[in-house]
């Protein structure tokens, strides 16, 4: 168990450094702290203009929305850029559990969503001026770290496309866009069409934003609940399919001989 808990911990922490492209100051700065905040900044008053919705409605939905993007891309990263580094062949030979080793890249990705979704909630209260309730603040920050971990799942399981694909980052770019258009961060789901969302409650963050705003309206954690175990039902399923897709493509890959064609 020690050991399992190791290559979990110390090789996520290890393979973040080694592999996710933006941790260099300005890029993660840049990219991750201060993009989102100037997303939510724009909905916030386009929302103004059109009498869509209220600033808390984009506060809380644009602060789970910025764990999204870390945490989709970083779990695509932590497969994809084995293979674009020349290592996954290092990693698939390895006798440890490779659903560990894939699994466990997840939390530091995930750690990296909570700490954006918690900064863009407190930066956008700040200038919009939103006042949480301070007994709120602890659902919320389960609510995104949940919302992070889902987003991770969800970007692994992408990143399990990169055993078959080559090019998997068209796929993690379109799949950004549709988390921004169908689970309702910046869009009342009651005007998006029925099929839209019905897509939405099967992708990450849907419920979670849903939960966020039941908790930043003071309604209390119990009113939270059944859209926080939504969030949880769907970022398990999707590590499920991580890992079910990890070990398909991985049989496949070295069938084709494919595992380190660019």
């Known amino acids: 168990m020690t050991a399992l808990l190791r290559l979990i911990g110390t090789g996520g922490v290890i393979a973040y450094r080694a592999l996710f492209n933006w941790t260099t100051p300005a890029m993660f700065i840049g990219s991750l702290l201060v993009g989102p905040i100037f997303q939510l900044l724009f909905f916030a008053y386009l929302g103004r203009q059109l009498g869509v919705a209220d600033d808390r409605f984009y506060i809380v939905g644009n ?38 080793v894939f699994l466990g890249r997840v939390l530091p990705y995930a750690g990296n969503g909570l ?91 849907t419920h979670a934003a849903r939960a966020a705003r039941h908790l930043a309206a003071g309604e209390g954690f119990p009113a939270a609940v059944p859209a926080l175990a939504a969030e949880v039902t769907v970022g398990f399923g999707y590590a499920l399919l991580a890992a079910l897709l990890l070990k398909l493509f991985e049989a496949e890959s070295r069938r084709h001989a494919s595992l380190d064609t660019l």
């Open 63 to 100: 602060a789970v929305l910025a764990a999204s993007l870390s945490c989709v891309f970083g779990g695509t990263m932590a497969v994809a850029n084995e293979r674009r580094f020349g290592t996954l062949g290092h990693v698939l030979l390895s006798p440890r559990s490779r659903t560990a």
């Open 115 to 205: 700490l954006i979704a918690a900064s863009t909630l407190t930066v956008g209260a700040l200038l919009l001026g939103l006042r949480v309730p301070v007994d709120a603040l602890p659902g919320l920050l389960t609510t995104l770290a949940v919302a992070a971990l889902s987003c991770g799942f969800f970007g692994l399981t992408l990143g399990a496309l990169g055993l078959r694909f080559r090019d998997v980052w068209v796929v993690s770019n379109v799949s950004v866009a549709l988390l921004l258009l169908f689970t309702g961060v910046n869009v009342p789901t009651a005007g998006l069409p029925g099929w839209m969302r019905v897509v939405g409650e099967a992708l990450p963050i």
